[in-house]
Protein backbone atom coordinates (compact mmCIF):
# COMPACT_ATOMS: atom_id res chain seq x y z
CA UNK A 1 0.00 0.00 0.00
CA UNK A 2 2.52 2.40 1.21
CA UNK A 3 4.44 2.05 -2.34
CA UNK A 4 1.16 2.42 -4.77
CA UNK A 5 -0.31 5.80 -5.79
CA UNK A 6 -3.83 5.77 -4.68
CA UNK A 7 -4.95 8.12 -8.13
CA UNK A 8 -3.12 5.78 -10.63
CA UNK A 9 -5.25 2.96 -9.40
CA UNK A 10 -8.42 5.47 -9.39
CA UNK A 11 -7.87 6.25 -13.19
CA UNK A 12 -9.33 2.59 -13.72
CA UNK A 13 -12.91 4.13 -13.17
CA UNK A 14 -12.20 8.02 -12.89
CA UNK A 15 -10.43 9.60 -15.49
CA UNK A 16 -7.25 11.74 -14.47
CA UNK A 17 -8.94 14.90 -15.52
CA UNK A 18 -11.87 14.66 -13.16
CA UNK A 19 -9.17 14.49 -10.60
CA UNK A 20 -7.32 17.24 -11.73
CA UNK A 21 -10.44 19.39 -12.18
CA UNK A 22 -11.86 18.48 -8.43
CA UNK A 23 -7.67 19.40 -7.18
CA UNK A 24 -8.31 23.02 -9.12
CA UNK A 25 -11.64 23.54 -7.43
CA UNK A 26 -10.48 23.08 -3.95
CA UNK A 27 -7.85 25.77 -4.72
CA UNK A 28 -10.42 27.92 -5.76
CA UNK A 29 -12.52 27.15 -2.88
CA UNK A 30 -9.71 28.05 -0.29
CA UNK A 31 -9.14 31.24 -2.45
CA UNK A 32 -12.73 32.31 -2.21
CA UNK A 33 -13.59 31.63 1.60
CA UNK A 34 -10.23 33.34 2.38
CA UNK A 35 -11.40 36.75 0.33
CA UNK A 36 -14.73 36.49 1.71
CA UNK A 37 -13.59 36.06 5.60
CA UNK A 38 -10.64 38.72 4.78
CA UNK A 39 -13.81 41.10 3.55
CA UNK A 40 -16.27 39.94 6.47
CA UNK A 41 -13.81 40.24 8.78
CA UNK A 42 -11.88 43.75 7.78
CA UNK A 43 -8.85 41.84 9.37
CA UNK A 44 -6.19 42.39 6.55
CA UNK A 45 -7.34 45.98 5.95
CA UNK A 46 -7.02 46.44 9.88
CA UNK A 47 -4.21 44.92 9.49
CA UNK A 48 -2.36 47.09 6.85
CA UNK A 49 -3.44 50.42 8.38
CA UNK A 50 -1.80 49.41 12.34
CA UNK A 51 1.41 48.70 9.70
CA UNK A 52 1.08 51.89 8.50
CA UNK A 53 0.18 53.93 11.48
CA UNK A 54 3.22 51.62 13.39
CA UNK A 55 5.81 52.72 10.40
CA UNK A 56 5.11 56.39 11.30
CA UNK A 57 7.07 55.51 14.97
CA UNK A 58 10.16 53.59 13.69
CA UNK A 59 13.11 54.41 14.72
CA UNK A 60 15.51 53.08 12.17
CA UNK A 61 14.84 52.90 8.05
CA UNK A 62 15.14 49.25 7.10
CA UNK A 63 16.95 48.55 3.74
CA UNK A 64 15.99 45.88 1.96
CA UNK A 65 18.74 43.75 2.48
CA UNK A 66 17.63 43.47 6.24
CA UNK A 67 14.02 43.45 5.43
CA UNK A 68 15.08 40.02 3.71
CA UNK A 69 16.84 38.93 6.63
CA UNK A 70 14.00 39.46 9.26
CA UNK A 71 11.56 37.92 6.52
CA UNK A 72 13.88 34.56 5.57
CA UNK A 73 14.44 34.46 9.81
CA UNK A 74 10.59 34.87 10.36
CA UNK A 75 9.66 32.41 7.77
CA UNK A 76 12.55 29.61 8.84
CA UNK A 77 12.34 29.89 12.80
CA UNK A 78 8.73 31.93 13.74
CA UNK A 79 6.42 30.50 11.02
CA UNK A 80 8.74 26.27 10.51
CA UNK A 81 8.75 25.79 14.00
CA UNK A 82 5.80 27.49 15.19
CA UNK A 83 7.27 29.70 17.48
CA UNK A 84 4.40 31.17 19.16
CA UNK A 85 3.47 27.95 20.35
CA UNK A 86 6.08 27.72 22.87
CA UNK A 87 7.87 24.78 24.01
CA UNK A 88 6.17 21.49 24.63
CA UNK A 89 3.33 19.06 23.30
CA UNK A 90 0.90 21.89 21.67
CA UNK A 91 3.87 23.09 19.51
CA UNK A 92 4.97 19.04 18.86
CA UNK A 93 1.28 17.51 18.09
CA UNK A 94 1.53 21.20 15.86
CA UNK A 95 4.67 20.18 13.91
CA UNK A 96 3.21 16.49 13.15
CA UNK A 97 0.16 17.97 11.75
CA UNK A 98 1.27 20.88 10.05
CA UNK A 99 3.98 19.43 8.17
CA UNK A 100 2.18 16.17 7.58
CA UNK A 101 -0.31 18.35 5.64
CA UNK A 102 2.24 19.82 3.28
CA UNK A 103 3.47 16.75 2.60
CA UNK A 104 0.09 15.20 1.80
CA UNK A 105 -1.31 18.20 -0.30
CA UNK A 106 2.38 18.28 -2.08
CA UNK A 107 2.08 14.90 -2.81
CA UNK A 108 -1.71 14.66 -3.55
CA UNK A 109 -0.31 17.66 -6.47
CA UNK A 110 2.59 15.97 -7.90
CA UNK A 111 0.57 12.02 -8.19
CA UNK A 112 -2.53 13.77 -10.11
CA UNK A 113 -0.95 16.05 -12.23
CA UNK A 114 2.31 13.77 -13.18
CA UNK A 115 1.27 10.44 -12.53
CA UNK A 116 -2.07 9.61 -12.32
CA UNK A 117 -2.88 7.85 -15.54
CA UNK A 118 -2.97 3.68 -15.11
CA UNK A 119 -0.19 3.59 -17.90
CA UNK A 120 2.25 5.91 -15.49
CA UNK A 121 4.56 4.93 -13.18
CA UNK A 122 4.98 6.93 -10.08
CA UNK A 123 8.52 6.89 -8.65
CA UNK A 124 7.59 5.15 -4.98
CA UNK A 125 9.06 8.17 -3.10
CA UNK A 126 5.51 9.68 -3.81
CA UNK A 127 3.04 7.49 -2.12
CA UNK A 128 5.47 7.12 0.64
CA UNK A 129 5.28 10.45 1.12
CA UNK A 130 1.17 10.78 0.62
CA UNK A 131 0.99 7.69 3.17
CA UNK A 132 3.56 9.37 5.84
CA UNK A 133 2.09 12.66 5.83
CA UNK A 134 -1.64 11.33 6.34
CA UNK A 135 -0.09 9.29 9.58
CA UNK A 136 1.35 12.61 10.61
CA UNK A 137 -1.99 14.38 10.39
CA UNK A 138 -3.82 11.73 12.06
CA UNK A 139 -1.37 11.71 14.72
CA UNK A 140 -1.00 15.29 15.69
CA UNK A 141 -4.68 16.59 14.92
CA UNK A 142 -5.84 13.22 16.86
CA UNK A 143 -3.07 14.14 19.65
CA UNK A 144 -4.61 17.96 19.36
CA UNK A 145 -8.42 17.11 19.63
CA UNK A 146 -8.57 14.36 21.93
CA UNK A 147 -5.89 16.16 24.24
CA UNK A 148 -4.87 19.18 24.04
CA UNK A 149 -8.17 21.35 23.22
CA UNK A 150 -8.22 24.35 25.84
CA UNK A 151 -12.03 23.70 26.44
CA UNK A 152 -11.28 20.09 27.27
CA UNK A 153 -7.93 20.41 28.87
CA UNK A 154 -8.18 23.05 30.63
CA UNK A 155 -11.75 23.71 31.31
CA UNK A 156 -13.38 20.18 31.87
CA UNK A 157 -15.63 19.93 28.41
CA UNK A 158 -16.40 16.25 28.02
CA UNK A 159 -14.23 15.11 25.04
CA UNK A 160 -16.61 13.78 22.65
CA UNK A 161 -18.14 18.02 22.91
CA UNK A 162 -17.99 19.14 18.99
CA UNK A 163 -18.28 22.69 18.62
CA UNK A 164 -17.75 25.04 15.04
CA UNK A 165 -14.61 25.55 16.24
CA UNK A 166 -13.92 22.30 15.83
CA UNK A 167 -14.81 22.20 12.04
CA UNK A 168 -10.86 22.90 10.88
CA UNK A 169 -9.17 20.14 12.48
CA UNK A 170 -11.70 17.22 12.80
CA UNK A 171 -11.74 17.98 8.78
CA UNK A 172 -7.94 17.73 8.65
CA UNK A 173 -7.97 14.24 10.88
CA UNK A 174 -11.02 13.24 8.37
CA UNK A 175 -9.65 13.70 5.05
CA UNK A 176 -5.94 11.87 5.93
CA UNK A 177 -8.16 9.08 7.80
CA UNK A 178 -10.42 8.34 5.28
CA UNK A 179 -7.94 8.82 2.19
CA UNK A 180 -5.65 5.93 4.29
CA UNK A 181 -8.17 3.81 4.74
CA UNK A 182 -9.27 3.91 1.37
CA UNK A 183 -5.98 3.21 -0.30
CA UNK A 184 -5.16 0.83 1.65
CA UNK A 185 -8.60 -1.05 0.60
CA UNK A 186 -7.71 -0.09 -2.94
CA UNK A 187 -5.07 -2.09 -2.34
CA UNK A 188 -6.54 -4.90 -1.46
CA UNK A 189 -7.41 -5.56 -5.09
CA UNK A 190 -10.50 -7.03 -4.29
CA UNK A 191 -12.45 -5.75 -7.66
CA UNK A 192 -16.03 -6.13 -6.61
CA UNK A 193 -15.31 -4.88 -3.19
CA UNK A 194 -17.63 -1.87 -2.40
CA UNK A 195 -15.58 -0.96 1.16
CA UNK A 196 -12.92 1.36 -0.78
CA UNK A 197 -15.35 2.87 -2.90
CA UNK A 198 -17.44 4.09 0.60
CA UNK A 199 -14.02 5.59 2.16
CA UNK A 200 -13.35 7.16 -1.50
CA UNK A 201 -17.10 9.55 -1.25
CA UNK A 202 -15.90 9.92 2.44
CA UNK A 203 -12.45 11.02 1.51
CA UNK A 204 -14.29 13.00 -1.33
CA UNK A 205 -16.70 14.46 1.16
CA UNK A 206 -13.95 15.18 4.01
CA UNK A 207 -12.04 17.55 1.36
CA UNK A 208 -15.15 19.42 0.02
CA UNK A 209 -15.69 19.86 4.40
CA UNK A 210 -12.71 21.16 4.67
CA UNK A 211 -11.69 23.33 1.44
CA UNK A 212 -15.31 24.67 0.99
CA UNK A 213 -15.45 25.18 4.98
CA UNK A 214 -12.46 28.10 5.22
CA UNK A 215 -15.10 30.60 5.34
CA UNK A 216 -16.21 29.02 8.57
CA UNK A 217 -13.41 27.47 10.18
CA UNK A 218 -10.06 28.17 11.43
CA UNK A 219 -8.47 26.93 7.68
CA UNK A 220 -7.02 30.95 7.23
CA UNK A 221 -4.96 30.96 9.96
CA UNK A 222 -2.26 28.76 8.36
CA UNK A 223 -1.89 32.12 6.01
CA UNK A 224 -2.94 35.06 8.53
CA UNK A 225 -0.05 33.73 11.19
CA UNK A 226 2.31 33.70 9.32
CA UNK A 227 1.99 37.60 7.77
CA UNK A 228 1.35 38.70 11.67
CA UNK A 229 4.53 37.07 12.65
CA UNK A 230 6.44 38.56 9.86
CA UNK A 231 4.96 42.12 10.69
CA UNK A 232 6.11 41.55 14.69
CA UNK A 233 9.56 40.92 13.67
CA UNK A 234 9.83 43.66 11.47
CA UNK A 235 8.19 46.14 13.96
CA UNK A 236 10.70 44.65 16.08
CA UNK A 237 13.49 45.49 13.50
CA UNK A 238 12.31 48.97 12.93
CA UNK A 239 11.85 50.22 16.32
CA UNK A 240 8.15 50.74 16.27
CA UNK A 241 7.37 48.01 18.11
CA UNK A 242 3.58 47.76 17.13
CA UNK A 243 2.63 51.19 18.69
CA UNK A 244 3.72 50.27 22.04
CA UNK A 245 5.33 51.66 24.48
CA UNK A 246 9.16 51.45 24.72
CA UNK A 247 10.66 48.71 26.90
CA UNK A 248 11.26 49.57 30.56
CA UNK A 249 14.99 50.31 31.38
CA UNK A 250 14.78 47.21 34.54
CA UNK A 251 15.21 43.56 34.37
CA UNK A 252 12.09 41.58 33.83
CA UNK A 253 10.52 40.92 36.91
CA UNK A 254 6.98 39.25 36.62
CA UNK A 255 6.53 36.58 39.14
CA UNK A 256 5.45 33.33 38.05
CA UNK A 257 2.08 34.95 36.88
CA UNK A 258 0.45 32.14 34.74
CA UNK A 259 3.49 29.63 35.15
CA UNK A 260 2.77 29.21 38.23
CA UNK A 261 0.48 26.35 38.06
CA UNK A 262 -0.75 24.62 34.35
CA UNK A 263 -4.26 25.96 33.74
CA UNK A 264 -7.14 23.71 34.82
CA UNK A 265 -9.29 25.56 37.38
CA UNK A 266 -12.59 24.02 37.30
C1 LIG B 1 -0.38 23.54 6.65
C2 LIG B 1 -0.31 24.43 7.61
C3 LIG B 1 -1.01 24.33 8.93
C4 LIG B 1 -1.86 23.39 9.42
C5 LIG B 1 -2.36 22.14 8.74
C6 LIG B 1 -2.23 23.79 10.75
C7 LIG B 1 -3.08 23.09 11.58
C8 LIG B 1 -3.57 23.56 12.78
C9 LIG B 1 -4.60 22.93 13.56
C10 LIG B 1 -5.31 21.63 13.21
C11 LIG B 1 -4.81 23.70 14.64
C12 LIG B 1 -5.83 23.46 15.74
C13 LIG B 1 -7.01 24.34 15.44
C14 LIG B 1 -8.01 24.38 16.55
O1 LIG B 1 -7.87 25.22 17.47
O2 LIG B 1 -8.96 23.61 16.49
C15 LIG B 1 -3.91 24.81 14.59
C16 LIG B 1 -3.80 25.79 15.53
C17 LIG B 1 -2.82 26.74 15.55
N1 LIG B 1 -1.92 27.00 14.54
FE1 LIG B 1 -1.78 26.00 12.80
N2 LIG B 1 -1.60 24.96 11.06
C18 LIG B 1 -0.84 25.32 9.98
C19 LIG B 1 -0.05 26.43 9.87
C20 LIG B 1 0.25 27.28 10.93
C21 LIG B 1 1.24 28.31 10.90
C22 LIG B 1 2.10 28.62 9.68
C23 LIG B 1 1.23 28.90 12.14
C24 LIG B 1 2.06 30.02 12.69
C25 LIG B 1 3.01 30.65 12.11
C26 LIG B 1 0.24 28.25 12.94
C27 LIG B 1 -0.06 28.55 14.24
C28 LIG B 1 -1.09 28.01 14.96
C29 LIG B 1 -1.47 28.43 16.30
C30 LIG B 1 -0.81 29.50 17.13
C31 LIG B 1 -2.56 27.64 16.67
C32 LIG B 1 -3.32 27.67 17.98
C33 LIG B 1 -2.94 26.45 18.78
C34 LIG B 1 -3.71 26.27 20.04
O3 LIG B 1 -4.83 26.78 20.18
O4 LIG B 1 -3.18 25.57 20.90
N3 LIG B 1 -0.34 27.26 12.18
N4 LIG B 1 -3.16 24.71 13.44
Same mark, same amino acid.
Given at each position: ???????? +??????????????? @??????????? =?? &???????????? #???????????? #????? #???????????? &??????? =????????????????? @??? !????????????????????? !????????????????? !???????? $???? %??????????? *?????????????????????? =???? $??? &? *????? +? =?????????????? !?????????? /???????????? &???? *???? /? #????? %????????? %??????
Amino acid at each position: MLTINPFS +VLSEIIPPLVMQVFL @ITMIALVILGT =LI &DIIHKKNVKYFF #ENAKKAKKNATK #ELSAG #ERVSVIAKTVVY &DIGTTSE =LGAGKRRVAHLLGMYGT @ILF !WIASVVMIFCYSSSSSITPSV !WPIIWHAGAIMTVLGGS !WFWFFLRV $DVYS %EAQPWYRIIKA *DLFVLALITTSLFGLIWSFLQS =LNLS $DRW &D *DKVFL +V =LYVVSNLVLFGGVY !WSKFAHMFYK /PGAAIQKNLAEA &DGSR *DNLP /P #EADAP %EKFGLGIKR %EAPKHY
